[in-house]
């Protein structure tokens, strides 16, 4: 079974930038697209960006040109580096693999 893990996040500053790290267990990472997902409270969890088996990435229109989706997959991990960082981007921030979410980290933006 594999287990992801999610690392990194913490409280920001408007303006400022955070990455969030998702390590996967097995040996299949580089076979399977990633997703960054995030849910603020009260709210549905939203998909953020996915990054395909071949490095190919897709934002939603929410973080286009301020987030950054990427994948190491000699550390089987994958990466979502936060810039311009707002408060409506607080939230618990999950990666998911097919059918396999991570445990989130939360993320709080605030001055």
């Known amino acids: 079974q594999v287990q992801l893990v999610e690392s990194g996040g913490g409280l920001g500053q408007p303006g400022g930038s955070l990455r969030l790290s998702c390590s996967a267990s097995?040996?299949?990472?580089?076979?399977?697209?990633m997703d960054w997902y995030r849910q603020a409270p009260g709210k549905e969890r939203e998909l953020v960006a996915t990054?395909?088996?071949?490095?190919?990435?897709k934002y939603a229109d929410f973080v286009k040109g301020r987030f950054a989706i990427s994948r190491d997959n000699t550390k089987n991990t994958v990466y979502l580096q936060m810039n311009s960082l707002k408060p409506e981007d607080t939230a618990v921030y999950y990666c998911?693999?097919?059918?396999?979410w991570g445990q989130g980290t939360q993320v709080t933006v605030s001055s």
């Open positions: 998911r693999q097919n059918l396999i």
């Open positions: 097995g040996r299949m990472f580089r076979f399977y697209a």
């Open positions: 990054i395909s088996s071949g490095g190919d990435t």
